[in-house]
T-cell receptor, first 114, second 112 residues
């Protein structure tokens, strides 16, 4: 079945540091990949997505590139801000669907200190 | 305008009680979901409804019963609440199964 593995958190960085949150996946076929962000006390929001190999999704300074050869979709940002503190979820939509059409990773809690 | 709304935002209740959480979406989506997020932020799908019909029911105690009066609403009823039911419950919707989700703000349920 489909699965998503994210790095364990919490990840604590200083403001303006470079961010990488690793995400790897297991899926049959050609899944679409997503990053969702959950700010404190809120629901999840779609941050970015990529639908085919070598696509790069980007939004709010965040980027992630769909790497089929390494089955990865790592999230990066060049200079983080305190307001980026949140929980980040990697997710995939398999071509045959997961149990609910969308499979989430366990989430990575990011803490940015001023 | 709020895309996906849930009420109440907070719910504190005693063990053994029965409670409901309401969800409404104004996006015209066909599919709605309930998720449970535990204290470690792990997100687990509970139910999916498509056009008012249940299409996915994960391993959830039958004390939990979703009800969809129409496409725009999916309510969650919980009977005989237990301590382990304490969590944040998120409603979500998407255009179709597998589409990216719009999430509600969550309902924090605390069972004492």
């Amino acid at each position: 079945g489909n699965s998503v593995t994210q790095m364990e958190g919490p990840v604590t960085l200083s403001e303006e540091a470079f961010l990488t949150i690793n995400c790897t996946y297991t899926a049959t076929g050609y899944p679409s990949l997503f990053w969702y962000v959950q700010y404190p006390g809120e629901g999840l929001q779609l941050l970015l997505k990529a639908t085919k190999a070598d696509d790069k999704g980007s939004n709010k300074g965040f980027e992630a590139t769909y790497r089929k050869e390494t089955t990865s979709f790592h999230l990066e940002k060049g200079s983080v801000q305190v307001s980026d503190s949140a929980v980040y979820f990697c997710a995939l939509r398999g071509t045959r669907g997961g149990a609910d059409g969308l499979t989430f990773g366990k989430g990575t809690h990011l803490i940015i200190q001023p | 305008d709020t895309a996906v709304s849930q009420t109440p935002k907070y719910l504190v209740t005693q063990m053994g009680n029965d409670k409901s959480i309401k969800c409404e979406q104004n996006l015209g989506h066909d599919t709605m979901y309930w998720y449970k997020q535990d204290s470690k932020k792990f997100l687990k799908i509970m139910f999916s409804y498509n056009n008012k019909e249940l299409i996915i029911n994960e391993t959830v105690p039958n004390r939990f019963s979703p009800k969809s009066p129409d496409k725009a609403h999916l309510n969650l009823h919980i009977n005989s609440l237990e301590l382990g039911d304490s969590a944040v419950y998120f409603c979500a919707s998407s255009q179709d199964l597998g589409g990216y989700r719009f999430f509600g703000p969550g309902t924090r349920l605390t069972v004492l």
